[in-house]
């Protein structure tokens, strides 16, 4: 069944985290379209801009759009995945304080029982013990509870030894909390440095595209060359049958978020990134997958291409790092990159990784 988090005491919400992200991603991308910024020293367009209209630097300019689009995917696996560490260190940090809170007021409870019995001690021990039973009016009474106070005195030195082990586990827990907490603080740089990766090569995109013509630069947005012209509507016939109930469900849950805008860093409902549309495609289905397609391609039994049904999960490129859901008749449905909208397309459309049937 899906996993639930609990709420995080620190750091962005979910929803606040996409809802950064996206906006970021879009000052960028407005901005960049209204004023080219200089791009990367590695991503420049000033010779696409130059001769815009030759076929060959149309070709090239386009090819390093492509490779911009790929790289920002790349770093945008790499922030899910940072994000997804910081996430879980969040709750590793605040379950080590909650047991180091308890462990101190185990340690206060302690105290406050052993200091109890030493004072009722103190007040009682100034008598010597041969003397007070001579002064007795009641030997019996006293031997009786001379006894008593010898085994309290037992239980006290017990208490003390459970006292000490109880501060040793204490200050373990604290230290152990403190490393997390350091782990957290490092996760939560790369997310940050990730971030600003993403931001950068999708600005370098948009500055090449801004630089072709109007028909090309509407030609690679509207990527009917590649995709078959498929884009929101569905192929005919999408035809096979899911593996499984859950996988059904997962291929009705991808089909409703066809038209949903590409957010990098987001899981839905309202807008995707390649692995959160699958990763929330297959939750509606009770079936929680890791937040990245790398780890996806792992999360079942890998299939033959040829043997794929709707619901198995295709990753792409050597490195796993795009992901869509098959759909049935060769056709995938898929978040494709910044500015296009989740859609269907050929499965052949990249380099296939592996086909999982979760």
Request: aromatic fraction near 4%; charge should be positive.
């Amino acid at each position: 069944m899906a996993t639930h988090r609990r709420p995080s005491q620190s750091g962005l919400t979910q929803s606040a985290r996409v809802t950064v992200l996206s906006a970021a991603a879009a000052t960028a991308a407005a901005a960049l379209v209204a004023s080219p910024a200089s791009a990367d020293p590695h991503d420049t367009s000033s010779s696409a801009s130059s001769a815009a209209a030759s076929p060959a630097t149309v070709t090239t300019t386009r090819a390093r759009v492509d490779r911009l689009f790929e790289q920002a995917e790349q770093a945008t696996e790499r922030f899910n995945k940072a994000d997804e560490l910081a996430d879980r260190l969040r709750e590793e940090v605040g379950q080590a304080q909650d047991m180091a809170a308890r462990g101190q007021e185990r340690i206060n409870h302690m105290r406050g029982a052993l200091g109890a019995v030493a004072g009722a001690q103190y007040r009682s021990g100034g008598l010597d013990p041969a003397l007070a039973l001579l002064l007795s009016s009641n030997p019996d009474s006293y031997l009786s509870k001379a006894a008593a106070l010898d085994r309290i005195g037992a239980r006290q030195v017990s208490a003390l030894h459970e006292l000490r082990a109880a501060q040793r586990k204490l200050d373990q827990q604290r230290a152990e909390a403190s490393v997390k907490l350091g782990e957290l603080e490092r996760s939560r740089a790369a997310v940050a440095r990730h971030k600003r990766t993403v931001e950068r090569k999708l600005a370098a995109a948009r500055q090449l595209l801004n630089s072709l013509p109007k028909e090309e630069r509407e030609e690679f947005d509207d990527r009917s060359s590649r995709s078959g012209g498929r884009g929101d509507t569905p192929p005919p016939a999408l035809g096979g049958a899911p593996a499984s109930s859950r996988a059904s469900a997962a291929v009705l849950a991808a089909q409703r978020a066809v038209g949903k805008p590409y957010i990098w860093g987001a899981n839905g409902p309202s807008g995707f990134d390649c692995s959160g549309l699958t990763q929330w495609s297959y939750a509606q289905a009770g079936v929680s997958l890791p937040r990245t397609s790398q780890a996806q391609r792992y999360a079942g039994r890998q299939v033959p291409l040829e043997q794929a049904q709707p619901g198995d999960l295709v990753t792409y490129r050597d490195d796993a790092s795009h992901v869509g859901m098959y759909m049935g008749n060769g056709q995938v449905v898929h978040a494709p990159y910044p500015g296009a909208p989740v859609r269907y397309d050929p499965v052949g459309m990249m380099p296939v990784a592996s086909v999982t049937r979760v």
